[in-house]
Structures are given as C-alpha cells and as structure tokens.
C-alpha cells in the first residue's frame, strides 16, 4: 500500500450541490490547472433543497464518502477543502472605498489587499444598517468593479505612484443558516474551509475568461435548487444574483405526471438528454415508456416560467436591459429547449445564449482517462481556481463567553468581534451624560454632559483596545463603558450673568449682580438650568432693584434722578449711568417690607413650622432696623458695603451689599419659600450647631437650613 502523503499544494475543492457533491483535486502550474482526480456522490435522501442544507449531518457523511475516495485514489491525506455557497437569500451591496495614502507611493499588492479588505468591511457595515431581520449574515462573495488612482479610473493599481486609491466593489451576502450548515458539514468529514466563494464567481473563473470580461456577458448556472447568476463588464463582475427556481422543478413536474418517485424522475429527465424514449416503472410497479417528445411538452411550462424568472433577474442586475450574451453551464440548464427559451425571453437572438463546456476548458488537464468535459464540470473546477484569486474564510473567536464565527477579510479588529456579536456600539466609547441646551440672549448654548470611561477590554487576558487585530480562537473580553454625570448649569456659572452692573449713586461707584429672566420669569442667580431654557440676562436694573440691593427706603415726596432726568421705580439703569435722590423738607423714614407680613390668621407660635417662619420674617425685620436709623437724611450709607462667601445646603452663596451680616440675610440669597410651609419644622444650623436667626456669620461659615419631614 502506498503511503499516504500531507496535501500540501494540492487544492481540493467541494460542490456541494442540491443533487449531489463534486469533489476535484488538482494544482496549478502558471495559467494550466491540472485536474488529478474527481468523484461524484448523489445524496441518498433530499437532503438539500434550494442550496440549502436540511440534514447536516447526512450531508456530512457523503463528504466524508467523498474524501475518503479522493484520498484512496491520490494517497493523500486531505484536511483543507475550498467551497462555493448558494441559497434562497442572496443580498448584494455595492459600496465605494478611498484610501489616502500618508505620502505619494508605489502601490504594492499589500495595499490593494488592504484596501479591498476596506471595501469588504464598509459593505458589511453597510448591509447591517439596512438588515432589518433578526437574522445573521455573513460575507460569502466580493469582487471589485473598478479602481481608481488620484481619483481617476484605472485597471491595476499596481506599481503606480498614487496620493490615494480607491475602488467600487461589490459583496454578496447569505444567511448565517446557509454557511453554518456547509461549515458543519465538511468539519464532520475532518476538514478545514481554507476558502469560501458564490457558486457563479467559481464558474465564471471558468466560463469567461478574462479576455471576455470586458463585454456584457452573464453567466447562469442551473443546478439542481438554484440558478446563480454573474455578470461581467467593463473588465470585471458586476452584479450577482439568484432564483430558487433550477432543475429540481422539472424533475418534481416528471414525478407528478408519470407517478414516480423523485429519483426515478431524474433518471427519465436525464434519459431523454440522449434517448428518445425512456422506459421505466411508476409507483405501482408496472413498466412504462415514455417519449423525449412528451416529457418536452409535459415540462414546457416549467422551462418557461424558469427561464422568464432568470431573464428578469438578468435584466434587473444590468440595470434594466438585456445582456449581449449568456452562458450557461450545470446540469439544469442542459434540457432541451432551456437556451432557445432563455434567448426568447431576454430578446436577444438564440446564438448568443449557449451552453458552456468543453470549449471554455482549454487550459484545464485531466491526469484521468475517460473524463467527459461538460456543464457539471465547470462550477467544481472554478471553486479550486477560485482560491488563487482570493483567499478567504471564516474564523472562530469567543466574545464575552459567546463563541462567533467572523468572515476573515485578514484585517480584524476587536470592534469587527464586537460587531458581529451585535455589542452595542455605544457600548466600547465612552458615554457623555445628557447635555443641557439652551439660550442666552437669543444665542444658542450648549453645556455638554460629563465624559464617562472608555470600555474595559481584555484580549486573551491582556489589555487591549477597539483596533486590537484578532486571530482565530482569540478570547475577548468586553466591559461597556460608562456613562458621565448629567450636565449641570446655574445661572451664576454663566459668563454673561458673572460680570457686575457698575451704576453711581450719589457719586459713589456701586457694583451690582446682572438679572435673568427664564422663560419670561425672573430667576436668581442660584436657578439651575434646564434643557430648552431661554435665558435673557438683562443689561440694565431698575431705580427699585439698586435700592432693594442698598437696603434704601425713601419717603414719601422724595424725588430721584437718573442722568440728570427725573426717574421713578421703573426707570431703567444701565452701565455707568448715574442716580440721585433727594429727600423733602423732612426727614425720610426708612420702611420696613410689607411682603414678609404675617397671615392674619397666624397665632404666631414658635412651636409650628409655620411660627418659625414667621420668626425668621420677624427677624428679618429686625436684622433690617438695626442697620437703619429711625430717620437718616438721604443719601448716606452708614458704612462700606462688604462681600462674603458662605456654604449654603453645599453651595457657595456670595452676601453682599451690606458691612456685615446675620444668619437671617441668608434668604435675601437662596430660593427658600418661607411662605409655604413644607415639614413639621424648619431646621438651622451654622457649623453644625443650631443657630440663632439673629446670629452674625462670617465668610466660610457652612450652613445648613431645610424643612424636617
């Protein structure tokens, strides 16, 4: 026995058909293939339907009936397979890739490799945004339609100096179902998928070579559950297509009308190929003759429909009109009348649609005896040449403990992992909190959320980032990254509310606090934001808010000047203008605010929440009297206005406009409704300690002040 040898070179390739599983090993030497053995299993149950296929593991065992012959024959041991998809959902995209390179270059292979491999992944990008279902689908297919150097079309990018390249390509796209289920098979037989190609690319490296790439052609290939198209022009494929509509539908049609089993009405379809009449037995085992003639006619109607069904997909995929020629190839499409049909169909005359065979085989060698050069050889052959096109396959890696599989396109990264295992794509950034917008005098502002950390991602334990190239059976794991606090904005915080108001008043220079009015209301500086606020910080105060900010009252008959100008209240003050007031003959006295009188029907009990804040009111008052004399001539600020910074319920709150302060002067600062009650009593403290509202406080001082529940 002679002993059995590693692959190497060689290169096997598998047609996993509807029917039945081709397998063809061989090797290339310059532009001659050179094929040294083939071996054909039909499936002993439909195993398959529409390329599709049902029993994984019945399909299996005939790859491993069919390896194990190839193996006999060649004394070699096969362990690496090329294979070709087909099936009922084929999804094409069609995208354009530009690469500006860092410097003028020679473009080497490397980067025409890299930058198909661009193409690839912009095109599943692409297609995962528009795939709506909840199904997974996988890369099976992609060629480029053309390039481009500087921007402008080429035919090889190769060895020209370029600024930038760039290529419109195209990727066919399968259900995860269709390429698990060819995956599963052949590793039941102990192989390894070292290429994956669409069964038209495999049969269009046969069927038109590259000399005839650039005239309009398509390329239909009629097997048992699916006829696969290909069109090429202008040098290169351009569209891909499918119908799953093939052999198999004449075959089930035979079965009805003769009633016979499916496998007998194969064998007639395929007797009346060189027979004019077919013998055989129906269901109730009485013999039975049939002419080519009848079942011609008896599946007419079926060729049409088939036939019509691909002219329109010919048309569709080369925008709208017919191609110039069609070659057809498979064991579908050799039934008579099929090309006479097609032709008719597509409106074009019935020698340019034709079977394609031996005549495009002129470079393919056959090292066996007796081989028979036809249709069915064609797509098994293309999927060995197709693996010097591209190499291509799948890989295994696990993700947050989930085993993915991830088309190879020999650039991958974390975030392609990522991707695949639908991670959320906010989840590997970092997260900002939610961004407060708003207005200020009339201009549009923005107060961005707090940035949030980046995700956590571990690489076969090591760290590791989004662009981290992975590698089969690669481990990765991924924290999501976190959000950042919510923007946050006060009024004081805004730069057009920060700088001070400069009036004179009765000669003296006096700083007063901007105002704002939000949504048409007045709001203190201590206001917090919201989205969608319209903020007006007003460029002037009025005559009453400099007094209420002096603490100036003045009696009735006084009169006040702004510029020069008699004024009132309600005048208007901007920057730098000037105020005076004048008292009458007699004294001006100095009132008390009306606004913090108490309710008539209050007791004025300090043991009730209500009591207390009336006793703040009062005391209020009384901080006010204190600093006021019974009758001061007006003006004449009884000392220097200071300022001072407190804590107030963790807030830096700024007191000003007097020389010194008490506890109760805290309200004139901070939003706190001492008219609504809101808890069974009201809590003060300075420091820690309770506090009296008359208590002086000093800058630094912490305090506290809130309703108890």
Request: with cysteine; charged share 25%; glycine share 8%.
């Given at each position: 026995?002679?002993e059995?040898?590693?692959?190497?070179?060689?290169?096997?390739?598998?047609?996993?058909?509807t029917?039945?599983?081709?397998?063809?090993?061989?090797?290339?030497?310059?532009?001659?293939?050179?094929?040294?053995?083939?071996?054909?299993?039909?499936?002993?149950?439909?195993?398959?339907?529409?390329?599709?296929?049902?029993?994984?593991?019945?399909?299996?065992?005939?790859?491993?009936?069919?390896?194990?012959?190839?193996?006999?024959?060649?004394?070699?041991?096969?362990?690496?397979?090329c294979?070709?998809?087909?099936?009922?959902v084929?999804?094409?995209?069609?995208?354009?890739?530009?690469?500006?390179?860092?410097?003028?270059?020679?473009?080497?292979?490397?980067?025409?490799?890299?930058?198909?491999?661009?193409?690839?992944?912009?095109?599943?990008?692409?297609?995962?945004?528009?795939?709506?279902?909840?199904?997974?689908?996988?890369?099976?297919g992609?060629?480029?339609?053309?390039?481009?150097?500087?921007?402008?079309?080429?035919?090889?990018?190769?060895?020209?100096?370029?600024?930038?390249?760039?290529?419109?390509?195209?990727?066919?796209?399968?259900?995860?179902?269709?390429?698990?289920?060819?995956?599963?098979?052949?590793e039941?037989?102990?192989?390894?998928?070292?290429?994956?190609?669409?069964?038209?690319?495999?049969?269009?490296?046969?069927?038109?070579?590259?000399?005839?790439?650039?005239?309009?052609?398509?390329?239909?290939?009629?097997?048992?559950?699916?006829?696969?198209?290909?069109?090429?022009?202008?040098?290169?494929?351009?569209?891909?297509?499918?119908?799953?509509?093939?052999?198999?539908?004449?075959?089930?049609?035979?079965?009805?009308?003769?009633?016979?089993?499916?496998?007998?009405?194969?064998?007639?379809?395929?007797?009346?190929?060189?027979?004019?009449?077919?013998?055989?037995?129906?269901?109730?085992?009485?013999?039975?003759?049939?002419?080519?003639?009848?079942?011609?006619?008896?599946?007419?109607a079926?060729?049409?429909?088939?036939?019509?069904?691909?002219?329109?997909?010919?048309?569709?995929?080369?925008?709208?009109?017919?191609?110039?020629?069609?070659?057809?190839v498979?064991?579908?499409?050799?039934?008579?009348?099929?090309?006479?049909?097609?032709?008719?169909?597509?409106?074009?005359?019935?020698?340019?649609?034709?079977?394609?065979?031996?005549?495009?085989?002129?470079?393919?060698?056959?090292?066996?005896?007796?081989?028979?050069?036809?249709?069915?050889?064609?797509?098994?052959?293309?999927?060995?040449?197709?693996?010097?096109?591209?190499?291509?396959?799948?890989?295994?890696?696990?993700?947050?403990?989930?085993?993915?599989?991830?088309?190879?396109?020999?650039?991958?990264?974390?975030?392609?992992?990522?991707?695949?295992?639908?991670?959320?794509?906010?989840?590997?950034?970092?997260?900002?909190?939610?961004?407060?917008?708003?207005?200020?005098?009339?201009?549009?502002?923005?107060?961005?959320?707090?940035?949030?950390?980046?995700?956590?991602?571990?690489?076969?334990?090591?760290?590791?980032?989004?662009?981290?190239?992975?590698?089969?059976?690669?481990?990765i794991?991924?924290?999501?990254?976190?959000?950042?606090?919510?923007?946050?904005?006060?009024?004081?915080?805004?730069?057009?509310?920060?700088?001070?108001?400069?009036?004179?008043v009765?000669?003296?220079?006096?700083?007063?606090?901007?105002?704002?009015?939000?949504?048409?209301?007045?709001?203190?500086?201590?206001?917090?934001?919201?989205?969608?606020?319209?903020?007006?910080?007003?460029?002037?105060?009025?005559?009453?808010?400099v007094?209420?900010?002096?603490?100036?009252?003045?009696?009735?008959?006084?009169?006040?000047?702004?510029?020069?100008?008699?004024?009132?209240?309600?005048?208007?003050?901007?920057?730098?203008?000037?105020?005076?007031?004048?008292?009458?003959?007699?004294?001006?006295?100095?009132?008390?605010?009306?606004?913090?009188?108490?309710?008539?029907?209050?007791?004025?009990?300090?043991?009730?929440?209500?009591?207390a804040?009336?006793?703040?009111?009062?005391?209020?008052?009384?901080?006010?009297?204190?600093?006021?004399?019974?009758a001061?001539?007006?003006?004449?600020?009884?000392?220097?206005?200071?300022?001072?910074?407190?804590?107030?319920?963790?807030?830096?709150?700024?007191?000003?406009?007097?020389?010194?302060?008490?506890?109760v002067?805290i309200f004139?600062?901070?939003?706190?409704?001492?008219?609504?009650?809101?808890?069974?009593r009201?809590?003060?403290e300075?420091?820690?300690?309770?506090?009296?509202?008359?208590?002086?406080?000093?800058?630094?001082?912490?305090?506290?002040?809130?309703?108890?529940?």
């Amino acid at each position: 026995m002679a002993e059995t040898k590693e692959q190497g070179n060689l290169v096997f390739g598998l047609d996993i058909g509807t029917r039945s599983i081709v397998g063809t090993v061989g090797y290339r030497e310059g532009d001659v293939f050179t094929v040294l053995a083939q071996e054909v299993m039909e499936h002993e149950t439909r195993a398959m339907l529409d390329g599709q296929i049902h029993d994984i593991a019945q399909v299996g065992n005939t790859i491993t009936q069919v390896k194990k012959k190839l193996e006999k024959k060649l004394a070699v041991k096969l362990t690496d397979v090329c294979i070709a998809a087909a099936g009922r959902v084929l999804e094409t995209v069609e995208v354009n890739v530009n690469w500006e390179l860092d410097r003028e270059k020679v473009v080497t292979p490397e980067e025409v490799a890299g930058l198909t491999s661009m193409g690839i992944e912009k095109a599943y990008s692409s297609f995962q945004e528009k795939n709506k279902t909840d199904i997974h689908f996988y890369c099976v297919g992609n060629s480029v339609i053309r390039f481009y150097l500087n921007g402008y079309p080429i035919g090889n990018l190769e060895n020209h100096k370029a600024r930038s390249i760039g290529a419109d390509m195209i990727a066919t796209f399968l259900p995860d179902e269709v390429v698990d289920g060819l995956y599963k098979s052949v590793e039941i037989a102990g192989l390894r998928v070292v290429n994956m190609t669409l069964e038209p690319i495999a049969a269009i490296s046969v069927a038109i070579p590259e000399m005839y790439r650039m005239l309009n052609i398509g390329l239909v290939d009629v097997g048992a559950g699916t006829s696969d198209i290909c069109i090429t022009k202008d040098g290169c494929i351009v569209a891909y297509g499918m119908i799953p509509c093939a052999g198999d539908a004449l075959t089930e049609k035979i079965a009805k009308m003769c009633l016979v089993d499916f496998n007998t009405a194969e064998a007639i379809k395929r007797g009346i190929e060189t027979k004019n009449s077919v013998k055989y037995k129906d269901i109730m085992g009485l013999p039975q003759s049939i002419t080519k003639e009848a079942v011609l006619e008896m599946i007419s109607a079926e060729i049409d429909q088939m036939t019509s069904l691909v002219a329109d997909k010919l048309k569709e995929l080369n925008g709208g009109k017919p191609v110039s020629a069609v070659f057809v190839v498979g064991g579908g499409g050799r039934i008579e009348g099929y090309t006479a049909k097609l032709s008719e169909h597509l409106g074009i005359v019935a020698e340019r649609v034709a079977v394609r065979g031996e005549e495009v085989m002129t470079r393919i060698r056959f090292k066996e005896k007796g081989v028979k050069k036809d249709s069915l050889m064609v797509t098994p052959i293309g999927i060995c040449l197709n693996y010097y096109e591209q190499s291509n396959n799948f890989i295994y890696v696990t993700f947050n403990d989930e085993l993915i599989k991830i088309y190879d396109s020999g650039n991958l990264a974390v975030v392609d992992a990522a991707m695949h295992a639908d991670f959320r794509n906010d989840g590997l950034f970092p997260k900002r909190g939610k961004a407060i917008n708003y207005t200020v005098n009339g201009k549009v502002a923005m107060k961005r959320g707090e940035t949030g950390e980046a995700a956590r991602i571990k690489l076969n334990g090591e760290d590791a980032d989004m662009n981290t190239p992975i590698r089969a059976n690669d481990v990765i794991t991924v924290e999501e990254s976190t959000a950042g606090a919510d923007a946050k904005l006060m009024i004081a915080d805004l730069p057009e509310f920060r700088s001070m108001l400069v009036v004179r008043v009765e000669g003296r220079k006096i700083l007063l606090p901007r105002t704002a009015v939000v949504n048409g209301e007045a709001k203190s500086e201590f206001y917090e934001i919201q989205d969608g606020d319209e903020i007006v910080i007003r460029d002037y105060v009025t005559v009453r808010e400099v007094r209420e900010f002096m603490d100036v009252a003045l009696a009735e008959g006084a009169k006040v000047s702004v510029n020069n100008e008699e004024a009132d209240d309600d005048t208007a003050v901007y920057e730098n203008f000037t105020i005076s007031w004048k008292a009458p003959e007699k004294k001006a006295v100095l009132s008390d605010e009306p606004e913090y009188d108490s309710d008539p029907g209050d007791d004025g009990s300090e043991d009730t929440a209500a009591g207390a804040a009336e006793e703040v009111v009062s005391a209020k008052r009384e901080s006010r009297k204190k600093k006021k004399t019974a009758a001061v001539t007006i003006p004449a600020p009884a000392a220097v206005p200071v300022t001072v910074t407190v804590n107030v319920n963790g807030r830096n709150v700024k007191l000003t406009g007097k020389p010194s302060y008490v506890f109760v002067d805290i309200f004139d600062h901070i939003d706190f409704d001492l008219k609504n009650v809101k808890g069974s009593r009201l809590v003060t403290e300075v420091n820690g300690q309770a506090a009296e509202y008359m208590q002086p406080v000093k800058a630094g001082d912490v305090i506290l002040v809130r309703w108890e529940k």
